[in-house]
Nanobody, 125 residues
Framework: QVQVVESGGGLVQAGGSLRLSCTAS????????MGWFRQAPGKEREGVSC??????YYADSVKGRFTISRDNAKNTLYLQMNSLKPEDTAMYYC????????????????????WGQGTQVTVSS
């Protein structure tokens, strides 16, 4: 049984930083691309970033501020978020079990088989 668990969310002031973590068990972690998504109230879920063994993608809105990384030995995915803005406020979700490489449509949620329950990030102005 695959389990995906996010952690690290919280309340932070604009300009601050947070690091999200995601641990996935029950799958061959290193084989798959992994992604971070977010969803704000009343909005659709949007792709934030994707990472595989060979490539990495970011949404334009977070480029230069967020960094995705993974530790395959620990089955853990990270998202370092710096220079946070109020518009980054959302529930952040870890997505596991994507294609082996981040595809051109990495931002499309159906490409990922497994999802966590989410961790809330709130950025105050």
């Amino acid at each position: 049984q695959v389990q995906v668990v996010e952690s690290g969310g919280g309340l932070v002031q604009a300009g601050g930083s947070l690091r999200l973590s995601c641990t996935a068990s029950g799958l061959t972690f290193g084989f798959y691309s992994m992604g971070w998504f977010r969803q704000a109230p009343g909005k659709e879920r949007e792709g934030v970033s994707c990472i595989s063994a060979t490539n990495t993608y970011y949404a334009d809105s977070v480029k230069g501020r967020f960094t995705i990384s993974r530790d395959n030995a620990k089955n853990t995915l990270y998202l370092q978020m710096n220079s946070l803005k109020p518009e980054d406020t959302a529930m952040y979700y870890c997505a596991a079990g994507g294609y082996p490489h981040c595809s051109g449509s990495w931002w499309n949620p159906p490409q990922y088989k497994y999802w966590g329950q989410g961790t809330q990030v709130t950025v105050s102005s």
